[in-house]
């Protein structure tokens, strides 16, 4: 199965699937669209979808949980090296991050769960297998002017989503919406590198942008919870593959007209940013959690209660690069 390598700094990605497996690969391919691509194989990790009758391989038998999912398990076999993900009875997927190989498996497929396949059970292994090759994962929006990065963090539901679309309408470089990495780079030390995905909007989300709704009513996949817009496309924002680390927002929605921004110190930032490290392999894990305490002592550290005046709030963010 030869597909396209897509150039993720530096480290070259392939997504393989068979006949069967391609309307779930689709999914991961819109959310790469944003990357350059680099031919085709040899790559330096893959990503493989299986849809099969029986899984082809078994949950580790001796494993530790180094995950609390919203449904099924995230286990980790030390010995093995291996990444286990059960995602209720029909999903699976088995990481080996040492090899730089994840396979998914659908015993069977439901339409709901092309989005899992394409989505939190790609991003996961995604992160583990970067993260043995220097790039570290954050859960995070990010935005950047003039090298500088904004990143606003959060778990799903705390508003980073609405946030860094209103700044990527506003005019700032578009870094990602969901995920970021970090890396160390000879003479410039800590960046932000972009994974300048699709937007997943809710419903909430899409009300404060009444100028998209038509266009994401438009093709909107069977199976998908929210609807996808592209930054570049939607506002024409340019993706910037880098940047300094400067602003550390932690957003979450606060349910009144104004937003409240206070500054928090760096101690409290990596408390709240450490459950981005999977407790994995020891060094690269460790690796992951001397990047994320670089981030916080580079950057100034704040909480955003959100409201629901976001222009308010956009102006409160772009004080923060001003």
Request: with cysteine.
């Given at each position: 199965?030869?597909?396209?390598?897509?150039?993720?700094h530096?480290v070259?990605?392939?997504?393989?699937?068979?006949?069967?497996?391609e309307?779930?690969?689709?999914?991961?391919?819109?959310?790469?669209?944003?990357?350059?691509?680099?031919?085709g194989?040899?790559?330096?990790?893959?990503?493989?979808?299986?849809?099969?009758g029986?899984?082809?391989?078994?949950?580790?038998?001796?494993?530790?949980?180094?995950?609390?999912?919203?449904?099924?398990?995230?286990?980790?076999?030390?010995?093995?090296?291996?990444?286990?993900?059960?995602?209720?009875?029909?999903?699976?997927?088995?990481?080996?991050?040492?090899?730089?190989?994840?396979?998914?498996?659908?015993?069977?497929?439901?339409?709901?769960d092309?989005?899992?396949?394409s989505?939190?059970?790609?991003?996961?292994?995604?992160?583990?297998?970067?993260?043995?090759?220097?790039?570290?994962g954050?859960?995070?929006?990010?935005?950047?002017?003039?090298?500088?990065?904004?990143?606003?963090?959060?778990?799903?539901?705390?508003?980073?989503?609405?946030?860094?679309?209103?700044?990527?309408?506003?005019?700032?470089?578009?870094?990602?919406?969901?995920?970021?990495?970090?890396?160390?780079?000879?003479?410039?030390?800590?960046?932000?590198?972009?994974?300048?995905d699709?937007?997943?909007l809710?419903?909430?989300?899409?009300?404060?942008?009444p100028?998209?709704?038509s266009?994401?009513?438009?093709?909107?996949?069977?199976?998908?919870r929210?609807?996808?817009?592209?930054?570049?496309?939607?506002?024409?924002?340019?993706?910037?593959?880098?940047?300094?680390?400067a602003?550390?927002?932690?957003?979450?929605v606060?349910g009144?007209?104004?937003?409240?921004?206070?500054?928090?110190?760096?101690?409290?930032?990596l408390?709240?940013?450490?459950?981005?490290?999977?407790?994995?392999?020891?060094?690269?894990?460790?690796?992951?959690?001397?990047?994320?305490?670089?981030?916080v002592?580079?950057?100034?550290c704040?909480?955003?209660?959100?409201?629901?005046?976001l222009?308010?709030a956009?102006?409160?963010?772009?004080?923060?690069?001003?």
């Open positions: 199965m030869n597909a396209p390598a897509y150039r993720f530096g070259r990605l392939g997504v393989l699937a068979g006949t069967e497996g309307r779930a690969a689709a999914g991961v391919h819109a959310r790469l669209a944003g990357l350059p691509l680099d031919g194989p040899p790559y330096d990790v893959t990503f493989e979808i299986q849809i099969v029986e899984h082809p391989f078994e949950r580790p038998g001796v494993a530790r949980p180094v995950y609390d999912p919203p449904q099924g398990e995230v286990v980790y076999d030390d010995a093995a090296d291996r990444l286990f993900i059960g995602y209720g009875p029909r999903l699976r997927v088995l990481c080996e991050p040492g090899r730089g190989r994840a396979q998914a498996s659908a015993a069977g497929i439901e339409e709901e092309l989005w899992s396949l989505h939190p059970l790609f991003t996961l292994p995604l992160v583990e297998l970067l993260k043995r090759r220097g790039l570290y954050v859960h995070s929006g990010g935005v950047c002017r003039e090298g500088r990065a904004l990143l606003l963090p959060g778990t799903s539901g705390a508003g980073k989503s609405t946030l860094t679309l209103a700044l990527a309408r506003a005019g700032f470089g578009f870094l990602g919406d969901d995920t970021l990495f970090l890396a160390q780079r000879p003479g410039e030390g800590l960046r932000v590198l972009a994974f300048p699709e937007f997943d809710t419903d909430q989300t899409v009300s404060f942008f100028e998209l709704v266009q994401l009513d438009e093709g909107r996949l069977a199976g998908w929210k609807r996808q817009v592209r930054a570049e496309q939607a506002y024409g924002a340019p993706v910037v593959w880098e940047g300094a680390p602003v550390l927002v932690f957003p979450r606060a009144v007209r104004t937003s409240v921004l206070t500054p928090m110190g760096p101690d409290e930032a408390l709240e940013l450490a459950p981005n490290v999977l407790l994995t392999e020891s060094r690269s894990s460790q690796a992951h959690l001397d990047a994320l305490a670089e981030l002592t580079r950057s100034a704040y909480r955003l209660a959100t409201g629901t005046d222009a308010q956009v102006g409160l963010l772009e004080e923060l690069l001003s």
